[in-house]
Nanobody, 118 residues
Framework: QVQLVESGGGLVQAGGSLTLSCVVSVNMYSINAMAWYRQAPGKQRELVAGISNFGETHYENSVKGRFIVSRDNAKGTMHLQMNGLKPEDTAVYYC????????????WGQGTQVTVSS
C-alpha cells in the first residue's frame, strides 16, 4: 500500500521560508515524476513543482524563482524549499507521483498546512 507523508508546514510571515518534506513508502528509483501539489480553501488542487528521476525540474509560474524541489531516492524523500513566501501560497501542500506530473496516483496523504500571513 502506497503511503505518502508530508511534513514541515507551519505559519510564517510574508517573505519568510519553509522547507516541506515528503516520505514515500515505495521504491523511488522506479518513480519517474514526483511532484508537490497544493490546495487552497475553495480552490482545486494544483501542481506546484515536480522533479523527474533524471533530476529535471518543473515549476509553475506562480512559484518559479522562489521554490526549489529536490528528491533523494536512496532515502525515499522529496523536499520543497519555499522562499519569499506570499499570502497566496497559503494552502495544504501534498506530495505525490506518477508517470507525469499531471497524472498523480490516488494515494493522497494528509498534506501539510502552510499559512503565510501578510
Amino acid at each position: 500500500q502506497v503511503q505518502l507523508v508530508e511534513s514541515g508546514g507551519g505559519l510564517v510571515q510574508a517573505g519568510g521560508s519553509l522547507t516541506l518534506s515528503c516520505v514515500v513508502s515505495v521504491n523511488m528509483y522506479s518513480i519517474n515524476a514526483m511532484a508537490w501539489y497544493r490546495q487552497a480553501p475553495g480552490k482545486q488542487r494544483e501542481l506546484v513543482a515536480g522533479i523527474s528521476n533524471f533530476g529535471e525540474t518543473h515549476y509553475e509560474n506562480s512559484v518559479k524563482g522562489r521554490f526549489i524541489v529536490s528528491r533523494d531516492n536512496a532515502k525515499g524523500t522529496m523536499h520543497l524549499q519555499m522562499n519569499g513566501l506570499k499570502p497566496e501560497d497559503t494552502a495544504v501542500y501534498y506530495c505525490n507521483f506518477g508517470n507525469t506530473y499531471y497524472s498523480p496516483t490516488q494515494a493522497w496523504g494528509q498534506g501539510t498546512q502552510v499559512t503565510v500571513s501578510s
